[in-house]
Each structure stands twice: as structure tokens, then as C-alpha cells.
């Protein structure tokens, strides 16, 4: 597996394992279609955020998405999911961001929970949706070296 540095020809392959990750989340809502979806990845997320994929075979496998001191997402494809690519994904945002690193993950989403848990990251607070677009519970998790 090779961890780099998005480039903006990886747009599609982040989209491709955003969307089949994120399916398999039966209690998101649905807010944007996969077209809008991939063009907020292409025209915002690569834009504004420090992104890196994981790449086997040549493709896109998962990524992480660092914002200054937020990890605004991390996403590995559900065929390659516990094979410790997420881990390598979140080890490298930790070494970026050496100081620390906050992010939040839905409550529902115990597997994220505990993932993040096992890598030493706290709940700063609870939060009931209002953060987020999709209007559901969450969780603030802070990571400090």
C-alpha cells in the first residue's frame, strides 16, 4: 500500500470510496446527489483541505482529509476495511499534525468510536446534530501527542 498526497486526478477514486463507504451508513440521510458529491470533492475538499489516499493497485483505497487542526474525514473503501489502512491513514494525520487533532464522528457509528478510542483520542463533548448538516448526534474526539 502507498500513502500520498492527493492530486487532483484522484478526485473520482476519493468520490468512489466516499459514496460506497458512506452507503453503507443506513442512518445518513441522503442530502446531495452522487454528482454534487463528487464535485464538492473535486472543487472544495481537495481545494481547502490537506488530503492523502491510500492507494493499492493503483487505486484509491481510502484518504484523510486534515483541515488545520480538524481531521474532517478519513474513509477506507468497505472491500478493503480492516486490513489497517484506516490506521495508516490516522497514524500519518497524526504525525502531520504532531500537537494534536480534533474531529467528530456520529454517534451512531460506534465502529468510528471505537476505532479512534483505540488510537488515543478522548470525547471533548456531545453534541445533538446542530453542528452538523445532517442534523444528527455526534461526537467531539481530540487526539493530543
Not at 131 to 142: A, M, Q, S, W
Amino acid at each position: 500500500m502507498l500513502l500520498r498526497r492527493a492530486e487532483s486526478g484522484d478526485a473520482a477514486g476519493i468520490g468512489d470510496v466516499f459514496l460506497a463507504a458512506r452507503a453503507g451508513m443506513e442512518y445518513l440521510p441522503r442530502l446531495y446527489s452522487d454528482e454534487q458529491t463528487r464535485a464538492w470533492i473535486e472543487h472544495v475538499m481537495l481545494a481547502e483541505c490537506k488530503v492523502c489516499v491510500a492507494e493499492l493497485d493503483g487505486r484509491v483505497v481510502g484518504f484523510a482529509a486534515l483541515n488545520g487542526p480538524w481531521l474532517d474525514h478519513l474513509y477506507v473503501d468497505p472491500e478493503h476495511q480492516g486490513l489497517g489502512i484506516g490506521s495508516e491513514l490516522l497514524e500519518s494525520a497524526m504525525q502531520a499534525r504532531g500537537h494534536g487533532l480534533e474531529l467528530r464522528v456520529f454517534e451512531r457509528n460506534e465502529a468510528a468510536m471505537r476505532f479512534y478510542e483505540r488510537h488515543g483520542f478522548t470525547v471533548v463533548e456531545r453534541g445533538d446534530g446542530g453542528d452538523n448538516e445532517e442534523g444528527l448526534p455526534d461526537v467531539h474526539y481530540r487526539w493530543r501527542a
